[in-house]
């Protein structure tokens, strides 16, 4: 089948055989000690946190954490899958999820949480369901993230140009990124990053920008096509910086260094930007503007158990812990990033009081599920090859987009068919 194949068989096959699941004891006899992958150092404080009153209710199990960098955590995981080492409770995304509940490796948790009445109601709907395949629930949401627009107080003030807020469209970062642009300064108005067009697509094609829409792409929508030239538009004017300069430093890098005025990004990066003094002193963040109605992508990690696992007893009870008001407010309280049970956030907004974080929560009730399929990869990366000459300055984008959609669509009908 065509996604063996592009597992290599690391994770079917050989996790059919026992495997000593990540070291540590067995449920049962004595103490268990359970492994935990995660891949952001950031995160590591607040998880110790949780950890460790897990351990206090739970004080004949104990939690290691194996920190892998996002570079080569999937690689990581997918090589201790075919050795038996994987963890026993490990971070999963949207991008891979289905691919690895098609494949068996996930335990599933519909059971666990109708026995143990989890309160997966206290989590947004959008995220519990990316972590749902076909009617059984596989991941626990533990954190969620929307996009907000981040810009430069000071860059502002320095024109003249009145704050980004909720009455601001598309059209009027376009103005204010011709005014903010200043080539003897190289300081841009707005960075468009071709890398990351899933996460601000359906914003500015408003009703058309849905990645997937019953099984298909919409690239080749006229709508979406719009939203796409609005993008290269201002790189070819110059009010933001071509795909070749993104390369050397991303838009965040750059609007750290005060290069761009205008950034999309993610809430989870909030950390980061408050840890630059410029951007901690005059950074601000709005809610998206407005194209043909309001919209932002949602996101969010989930806790899953691996299916081999010798510890799944004690594992779910880590996850469900996990899960829970208890393990959210601490979370909330490192500031890492948002918290996903409801009622939660209030420490996560006033870890960081310069920032109006407060946006990135009210995203939440025009949000849309970050787009997924079995086999995400293989179709999301052809953007970059087929997009790249368009987000560089060289034109081209209409082509560009419905080629991307021909390919998308025959990648997922093959998808589909194995």
Not at 99 to 124: C, F, M, Q, W
Not at 324 to 349: M, N
Request: charged share 20%; with cysteine; aromatic share 10%.
């Amino acid at each position: 089948m065509r996604r063996r194949t592009l597992l290599g068989g690391a994770l079917a096959a050989p996790m059919l055989a026992a495997c000593s699941g990540g070291g540590g004891g067995a449920d049962g006899g004595g103490g268990t000690t359970l492994s935990y992958g995660m891949w952001d150092p950031a995160q590591v404080p607040g998880m110790e946190k949780i950890i460790a009153a897990f351990e206090k209710a739970h004080p004949r199990i104990s939690v290691r954490i194996e920190l892998t960098p996002w570079a080569s955590y999937w690689t990581t995981l997918k090589t201790s899958m075919r050795g038996g080492t994987a963890p026993d409770v490990f971070w999963m995304n949207a991008v891979n999820f289905q691919l690895y509940a098609a494949n068996g490796v996930l335990e599933p948790l519909s059971g666990h949480i109708k026995a143990d009445a989890t309160p997966v109601d206290r989590h947004p709907d959008a995220l519990v369901k990316l972590y749902a395949y076909r009617g059984t629930q596989y991941g626990l949401p533990k954190d969620f993230d929307t996009i907000g627009l981040w810009y430069n107080k000071a860059l502002f003030d320095k024109v003249g140009i009145p704050y980004p807020d909720q009455t601001w469209t598309w059209d009027d970062v376009r103005d204010a990124a011709a005014e903010l642009t200043d080539p003897r300064e190289r300081v841009h108005g707005f960075a468009a990053e071709m890398h990351r067009q899933f996460k601000i697509y359906p914003a500015i094609c408003g009703a058309g920008g849905h990645v997937l829409r019953d099984g298909r792409s919409g690239f080749g929508d006229e709508r979406s096509i719009d939203g796409l030239r609005f993008l290269t538009d201002m790189i070819d004017r110059g009010w933001s910086p071509p795909q070749s300069a993104m390369v050397e430093s991303i838009g965040r890098v750059r609007y750290w260094s005060e290069k761009v005025a205008m950034n999309y990004d993610v809430s989870a990066v909030s950390g980061q930007m408050y840890a630059v003094p410029a951007i901690k002193d005059h950074g601000g963040i709005a809610v998206l503007p407005r194209g043909r109605r309001r919209a932002t992508i949602i996101h969010g990690l989930a806790n899953v158990i691996s299916a081999k696992s010798r510890r799944k007893e004690a594992a779910w009870k880590f996850v469900h812990f996990m899960a829970g008001r208890e393990a959210a407010e601490i979370q909330a309280k490192a500031g890492a990033t948002i918290s996903s049970y409801q009622g939660t956030q209030e420490a996560w907004l006033t870890s960081m009081p310069e920032f109006d974080l407060k946006h990135f929560i009210e995203m939440q009730e025009y949000a849309v599920p970050y787009p997924s399929s079995e086999n995400t990869p293989v179709w999301e990366n052809l953007q970059y090859p087929l997009l790249g000459a368009a987000f560089s300055g060289k034109g081209g984008i209409e082509s560009a987009a419905r080629t991307l959609g021909e390919q998308m669509d025959r990648a997922l009908k093959e998808e589909r068919a194995s």
